[in-house]
């Protein structure tokens, strides 16, 4: 069974950061796709970043030139590097992975989410 575990998330001060971590443990044959998406309340959940490997990013325009997304070298880790944080990056950060399970098997998996609050 694969399982996508979160950490990182906290309480900052605008201006400050945080990095997000997600590790996938499991029966992980191999990774396509690891992103970062954020839902705040009220708010439909969105895309934040992702990479596809071997290694190309996306970002949302809101984000660019201020968070990062890399993998470890086993891309089975997905990191998120925050900076400069905004109030308005307050949200439930979730991760997420396309992961090959088995020959031919693949799916979608989410971590189950971590909080950050950025105050004013």
């Known amino acids: 069974q694969v399982q996508l575990v979160e950490s990182g998330g906290g309480s900052v001060q605008a201006g400050g950061s945080l990095r997000l971590s997600c590790a996938a443990s499991?029966?992980?044959?191999?990774?396509?796709?690891m992103g970062w998406y954020r839902q705040a309340p009220g708010k439909q959940r969105e895309l934040v970043a992702t990479?596809?490997?071997?290694?190309?990013?996306n970002y949302a325009d809101s984000v660019k030139g201020r968070f990062t997304i890399s993998t470890n070298n086993a891309w089975n880790t997905v990191y998120l590097q925050m900076n400069s944080l905004k109030p308005e990056d307050t949200a439930v950060y979730y991760c997420?992975?396309?992961?090959?399970?088995?020959?031919?098997?693949?799916?979608?998996?989410w971590g189950q989410g971590t909080q950050v609050t950025v105050s004013s």
């Open positions: 990479i596809t490997y071997p290694g190309s990013t």
């Open positions: 499991g029966s992980v044959f191999g990774i396509n796709v």
């Open positions: 997420n992975a396309d992961i090959v399970y088995g020959p031919g098997s693949k799916s979608d998996y």
